[in-house]
């Protein structure tokens, strides 16, 4: 008896045990071939975020699913309105259609004459959508609508352009804030903003001024719009702070609400949830040098990285929660990823001043917006006469008015000039052509990975509409604001990419997976056949 109780007790402990370790959704899911796929981006995010920041549904993540330990992004520019169609389509920026955060239509795509220069970010769907179209490849909306028709592609986030660019011309449902075009309390202004996109669900957009209706007053900056170096990209209300209205709450919890509000109501098969707060807050203050804490409940806390971050993953304890109890977990396959990594701007050669942002980052006149207060840090090249439009964070990318191979040569050699440049390279149809390189400017880890991938990455986005010079910069080095990202540095290009859930085990994998496997990686998981053409590799999840 004694003995019998001893094995039992061993046993309920080995059990206990088993429990404990196991994956959320149950032993099964490494076998399941998944249903649906949910993929979260986190806006800017670093791996080191995660320990940094206390992220704990996060790691639960890496740690019960497939954590790509060595995944990069892979491409340039390594923006938002790029790694959104990059997830979405499988295909790097040099076949996507657009490269870059501005956009020269070569091919007269929008209509308004060949060459014509345009800030992508600033696009409307039906554009984005004409240059998918364009470009002429498949969309995971696609795959999942061939494989499971009737079910539906939806995007939700805070940034349009993110959700626009993921959506494409086949999505079903894109949800994002609208313009400030509504007066929720009364104040006499326009200071609100509601879901906005394409077949918005009436449970979302009605009623006017309901759950989904987020206080966005510029006057409500969290003390960001007088504080250096917050100051160069203030907060706006609540499209990015989470806020302290309980009936309203911004940020990534609005766009977590929306989404948990359609895997209730929709027959979804495909839902990508882009969440931005963390990317604004980087962009404030650097990122993972913003590692402060601040008293809770207060305005100060809400504005920085540690709540922020702290924010988003429990955005992704919810999701998960939501799935469970939906019974949907089992069957969905969930990508926890981002856009771009970032880094400090230790070397800082924009303007630090109020509002700078935009200046800084944008010279030139476009069919969609003028930027003309550039700065000083930019003067030789601009005095070459020959910039057309220059778009800088960390990395430089400039499209000129004289594109001979000669002003090319000539602009390349004086953009080497500039401060923290290591390299310059020019456009030669299909691929960049190094130009100039500052060996003697990089550090011995600069230039390591420079020598591994530099080429590699500025290469995915040779194409017409791309810049016909391209500078690379040091590690953390910007030319925007206090955080950055941009190009093909180490600290950007390093991201997270976790697979979990159905149709995926819980072994880490040390394959360097980058962001344009990831929709191959999907189909592969989920039993779908790949259309020819794709740039990226699926590979088979452990
Ligand atoms: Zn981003
Ligand atoms: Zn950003």
């Not at 220059?390 to 390349?412: F, M």
């Not at 093909?488 to 859930?501: D, K, L, S, Y």
């Amino acid at each position: 008896m004694r003995y019998f109780g001893r094995v039992a007790g061993v046993a309920i402990g080995l059990l206990v045990l088993l429990c404990a370790s196991a994956p959320a959704w149950g032993s099964g899911g490494h076998h399941k071939t998944p249903k649906r796929v949910l993929i979260v981006v986190l806006d800017q995010f670093r791996p080191d975020y995660v320990d940094t920041f206390d992220m704990r549904n996060v790691k639960a993540l890496m740690r019960d699913g497939v954590d790509f330990e060595n995944a990069y992004l892979g491409h340039m520019a390594s923006e938002t309105v790029i790694t959104h169609n990059v997830i979405t389509s499988g295909q790097l920026p040099r076949d996507m259609g657009w490269a870059d955060e501005v956009y020269r239509d070569s091919d007269d795509v929008l209509g308004e004459g060949p060459d014509s220069m345009w800030i992508s970010g600033s696009l409307t769907q039906e554009q984005f959508d004409k240059l998918i179209a364009h470009a002429g490849y498949a969309k995971l909306a696609d795959y999942l609508h061939a494989k499971r028709p009737g079910t539906k592609f939806i995007t939700a986030g805070q940034k349009n352009y993110a959700v626009f660019s993921a959506n494409g011309p086949t999505g079903d449902i894109a949800v994002t804030f609208s313009s400030r075009n509504a007066d929720c309390d009364g104040d006499g202004v326009n200071n609100w903003r509601g879901p906005t996109g394409l077949n918005v669900p009436s449970y979302l957009s009605a009623p006017s001024c309901g759950r989904f209706y987020v206080d966005s007053a510029t006057s409500n900056s969290y003390g960001t719009a007088t504080t250096s170096p917050a100051w160069m990209y203030p907060l706006d209300g609540n499209r990015f702070a989470p806020g302290f209205d309980p009936a309203h709450r911004g940020g990534d919890v609005w766009t977590t609400d929306a989404g948990m509000a359609m895997m209730e109501r929709e027959p979804w098969s495909g839902m990508l949830l882009t969440l931005g707060s963390i990317d604004k807050a980087s962009h404030m203050w650097g990122g993972i040098t913003d590692v402060g804490r601040y008293p809770a409940g207060s305005p100060e806390e809400q504005a920085h990285l540690r709540f922020i971050a702290k924010t988003a993953d429990e955005q992704v304890g919810r999701l998960v929660r939501k799935l469970r109890d939906l019974g949907q977990l089992d069957e969905t396959l969930i990508v926890l990823t981002t856009d771009h990594a970032g880094q400090p701007a230790t070397r800082h050669h924009g303007v630090n001043a109020a509002g700078r942002s935009d200046n800084n980052w944008y010279y030139g006149e476009t069919e969609n917006g003028s930027f003309l207060a550039p700065s000083p840090s930019l003067a030789p090249l601009i005095a070459t006469g020959n910039v057309r439009f220059t778009y800088q964070d960390s990395a430089i990318r400039t499209w000129l008015t004289d594109t001979s191979t000669a002003a090319k040569k000539s602009a390349a050699k004086v953009m080497a000039t500039l401060p923290s440049v290591i390299a310059t390279y020019r456009l030669d149809g299909r691929r960049y052509r190094l130009a100039e390189a500052n060996l003697k400017a990089m550090s011995p880890r600069e230039l390591v990975y420079w020598v591994l991938h530099g080429q590699e990455i500025v290469d995915t986005m040779a194409a017409p509409y791309a810049a016909d010079v391209v500078g690379l910069l040091r590690d953390d080095t910007s030319y925007g604001v206090a955080g950055d990202h941009g190009g093909a540095q180490r600290p950007v290009q390093e991201i997270p990419i976790v697979f979990a859930g159905a149709g995926a085990g819980s072994r880490d994998s040390s394959y360097p997976l980058r962001s344009v496997d990831i929709l191959p990686t999907i189909l592969r998981a989920m039993g779908i056949r790949a259309r020819p053409g794709l740039d990226g590799k699926g590979v088979e999840l452990p």
